[in-house]
């Protein structure tokens, strides 16, 4: 019995091209390849950092502009070299950019370079009545106006009603660096307005 040959994989010649393109295998000396090597590193760290500046530097998209530059002519170099291996070079920008962004953005959290506060610490405003006092409107609120409320003149404003000067009001609320007041109704027990 004649013995069977192994049946080696047949390789394609997109295949063999893409290898050839992978190991740079074209007639280039070993100093030109590793001078292009080199400078593609360097040109992919340069636009890398341009695009972090950009995040912390007001440039006007210059630094995005060079960043593009950047990444261009480092995709120029590889395609003299090795046109297949620019797909490799994309791959590996699309997944190292981002993460490098992320990276970095959440890192500059922490630090607290990035961080704008989001609201007024609450001790900036100390408020000089308390909720739930009364006074009376020396002027009209329109829904604006001025109060004396324990014997002080503060600046005060209705939820957007109109009060008369001389009314009896009282403190709902003392946020947002304001009192706001609402027409005060003397109640009993029961929750009935009482008359005066």
């Avoid at 091209?17 to 760290?45: D, P, R, W, Y």
């Avoid at 950047?70 to 950019?97: E, H, K, R, T």
Wanted: charged share 20%; aromatic share 10%; glycine share 6%.
């Amino acid at each position: 019995m004649p013995k069977k040959k192994a049946n080696f994989y047949k390789f394609s010649d997109l295949q063999i091209n893409c290898a050839k393109s992978i190991f740079l295998l074209k007639t280039h000396s070993k100093g030109e390849f590793m001078g292009t090597i080199i400078m593609v590193i360097i040109l992919q760290l340069a636009g890398t950092l341009a695009i972090l500046a950009e995040l912390l530097v007001v440039s006007f998209g210059f630094l995005s502009v060079a960043a593009i530059g950047f990444f261009a002519y480092s995709y120029y170099l590889v395609y003299n070299y090795a046109p297949q291996a620019i797909i490799f070079l994309v791959i590996i920008n699309l997944i190292s950019i981002p993460a490098t962004l992320v990276f970095v953005v959440k890192r500059l959290k922490k630090n607290k370079v990035l961080a704008l506060k989001d609201t007024i610490d609450s001790e900036a405003w100390v408020s000089p009545v308390n909720v739930g006092e009364t006074g009376t409107a020396i002027t009209d609120l329109r829904p604006a106006g001025t109060a004396i409320i324990n014997g002080k003149n503060i600046d005060v404003y209705s939820e957007g009603e109109y009060i008369e000067k001389g009314a009896k009001i009282k403190v709902i609320s003392t946020e947002n660096a304001g009192v706001k007041v609402t027409l005060y109704q003397p109640t009993d027990y029961s929750g009935a307005a009482i008359k005066e």
